[in-house]
């Protein structure tokens, strides 16, 4: 059982446009919900993160926007550029180690 | 300096071997992780160890045994290696114990079973 559903697998976006990248959890003790960036023969690192207190965290041109009722956040990286392309994980956890969604591979064309 | 390294990076291999991989983190942590990313980057966890105790063990075939000499280290060994096992292994580590903030991962070994 898939306990954060990731979407779209995949994504292509033109340069300076909007990436989006969605994810929703059913375990409500969830209370940290991080993305995670990973580029071809790496590891995943943290990109940006939030907690349910609040609805949307930015940093730079990474944006997490949280709905708490709807059990759903997203990524938004605004002006996307072509050092953007990887891969995006969001994640989640409660009491319980991380678990992430499958993963959407970004490839931002110029 | 690396925060989280492992060691081989690349590791080819017969079906029916045992091999192990090492893991080392200097960020003075006290939680570390084994993932399995596969071919599809599914990332999944297999282990976790906090102080050097086993507290998470996923449904993991019992041909993979986790080690951790101390706070630093977590290595797993793997016996009679399949063809399904080829996939990359991340170590990972995190501070206070299963609730801590950001998992540090290591750059993956890549085990192929040939």
């Known amino acids: 059982q898939q306990q954060v559903k990731q979407s779209p697998q995949s994504l292509i976006v033109q340069k300076g446009g909007i990436s989006i990248i969605n994810c929703a959890y059913e375990?409500?003790?969830?209370?940290?919900f991080p993305w995670y960036q990973q580029f071809p023969g790496k590891g995943p690192a943290l990109l940006i993160a939030i907690r349910p207190d609040v609805s949307e965290k930015k940093e730079g041109r990474f944006t997490i926007s949280f709905n708490k009722s709807a059990k759903q956040f997203s990524l938004h990286i605004m002006d996307s550029q072509p050092g953007d392309s990887a891969t995006y994980f969001c994640a989640a956890r409660g009491n319980t180690p991380l678990v992430f969604g499958k993963g959407t591979r970004l490839s931002v064309i110029a | 300096d690396t925060a989280v390294s492992q060691t081989p990076k690349y590791l080819v291999t017969q079906m029916g071997n045992d091999k192990s991989i090492k893991c080392e983190q200097n960020l003075g942590h006290d939680t570390m992780y084994w993932y399995k990313q596969d071919s599809k980057k599914f990332l999944k966890i297999m282990f976790s160890?906090?102080?050097?105790?086993?507290?998470i063990n996923e449904t993991v075939p019992n041909r993979f045994s986790p080690k951790s000499p101390d706070k630093a280290h977590l290595n797993l060994h793997i016996n009679s290696l399949e063809l399904g096992d080829s996939a990359v292994y991340f170590c990972a580590s995190s501070l206070r114990g299963l609730s801590g903030n950001t998992i540090y991962f290591g750059e993956g070994s890549w085990l192929t079973v040939v």
């Open positions: 375990n409500t003790a969830f209370d940290y």
């Open positions: 160890y906090n102080n050097k105790e086993l507290i």
